[in-house]
């Protein structure tokens, strides 16, 4: 399956590879995003910065452990054993 497909079937991944997507490609994603389900306007933000790729998934893993929220907590526990 290619990345159109992944999108065009919404599937997702749970991990990411730690390279640069060249333009066009993030172009061909932006513009398949396009055809989700949504109402209103959508925005995309496309980060390069790989320290602060890891820096934003350590802050959102620290938001999910302290929530208070079981299916969060829970979750995040069930992602970090399938990484590690």
Request: hydrophobic share 40%.
């Amino acid at each position: 399956m290619n990345t159109k497909e992944a999108i065009y079937r919404r599937t997702s991944i749970g991990s990411f590879a730690q390279k640069i997507i060249d333009r066009e490609m993030i172009q061909e994603i932006v513009n398949a995003g396009n055809y989700a389900p949504i109402f209103g306007s959508i925005h995309f933000t496309i980060i390069e910065s790989l320290s602060l790729i890891e820096k934003i998934k350590d802050t959102a893993i620290d938001m999910m452990k302290n929530s208070g929220n079981e299916f969060a907590v829970k979750r995040v526990s069930d992602n970090i054993k399938l990484v590690n």
